[in-house]
């Protein structure tokens, strides 16, 4: 029968080796703590980094399910001499529209998106003076795109717009004098989209 002082050596044996094991072994490729360097010398720092990666669940998508039936829209507005304004759509990323517009007269305009992400910056798409422009768009980013106008000459002009595309939501941007904070403020305007005949939006646009 095995003395005392065996049995408690052998138990003082095991626990110094479960001791190494652990700090050698398992710290570093269970939890990736490596005190020794040994997890990374023996590559299992690589072991736990797969499994935090496996197991991290993916950032759930948080944008605006896309519209599945395209809208389509036409409208005009009048802008007086030094007038300016904007018009935008918003629209998730990826997803496109086509265009075209006209005017009385030529203004300066600029075709331009700005993002939802404000880490994103403002991207311009076009920045001219003219009387007529049409093209498409894919949306770079989810956010809000379109044009600010400006009436430079001295007569009252009208523009003129047609789009289709998969927007949803349409907004008229004016500057507008608030007599409580003494000072200009954007004025939004929406409008409302048309859907082609026969169709239906499973869920409501976005104002």
Same mark, same amino acid.
């Given at each position: 029968?095995?003395?005392?002082?065996?049995i408690?050596?052998?138990?003082?044996?095991s626990?110094?080796?479960?001791s190494?094991?652990?700090?050698?072994?398992?710290?570093?490729?269970?939890?990736?703590?490596?005190?020794?360097?040994?997890?990374?010398?023996?590559g299992?720092?690589?072991?736990?980094?797969?499994?935090?990666?496996?197991?991290?669940? #993916? &950032? /759930? +998508?948080? %944008?605006?399910?896309?519209?599945r039936?395209? $809208?389509? !829209?036409?409208?005009?507005?009048?802008?007086?001499?030094?007038?300016?304004?904007?018009?935008?759509?918003?629209?998730?990323?990826?997803?496109?529209?086509?265009?075209?517009?006209?005017?009385?007269?030529?203004?300066?305009?600029?075709?331009?998106? #700005? &993002? /939802? +992400?404000? %880490?994103?910056?403002?991207?311009?798409?076009? $920045?001219? !003076?003219?009387d007529?422009?049409?093209?498409?768009?894919?949306?770079?980013?989810?956010?809000?795109?379109?044009?600010?106008?400006?009436?430079?000459?001295?007569?009252?002009?009208?523009?003129?717009?047609?789009?289709?595309?998969?927007?949803?939501?349409?907004?008229e941007?004016?500057?507008?004098?608030?007599?409580?904070?003494? $000072?200009?403020?954007?004025?939004?305007?929406?409008?409302?989209?048309?859907?082609?005949?026969?169709?239906?939006?499973?869920?409501?646009?976005?104002?």
């Open positions: 029968m095995p003395s005392r002082a065996r408690a050596a052998a138990t003082g044996v626990f110094v080796v479960a190494v094991l652990l700090v050698t072994l398992v710290l570093p490729a269970e939890y990736g703590i490596d005190p020794l360097g040994t997890g990374r010398a023996f299992l720092l690589d072991l736990f980094s797969a499994q935090d990666a496996a197991t991290t669940p #993916e &950032p /759930e +998508d948080s %944008r605006e399910p896309p519209p039936v395209y $809208k389509t !829209e036409s409208t005009s507005f009048t802008l007086r001499p030094s007038q300016a304004f904007e018009y935008k759509y918003r629209l998730e990323k990826d997803r496109g529209m086509v265009y075209a517009w006209k005017a009385t007269g030529k203004v300066k305009y600029e075709f331009h998106g #700005e &993002p /939802e +992400d404000h %880490r994103l910056k403002v991207q311009s798409y076009e $920045k001219q !003076e003219g007529f422009s049409s093209g498409t768009l894919t949306a770079p980013f989810t956010g809000i795109h379109g044009w600010y106008w400006e009436n430079a000459g001295d007569r009252d002009l009208t523009i003129t717009l047609t789009t289709a595309g998969f927007y949803t939501a349409a907004n941007l004016r500057p507008k004098f608030d007599p409580v904070k003494h $000072k200009e403020v954007v004025e939004r305007v929406p409008h409302e989209l048309q859907t082609p005949p026969g169709f239906t939006e499973p869920f409501p646009p976005r104002r």
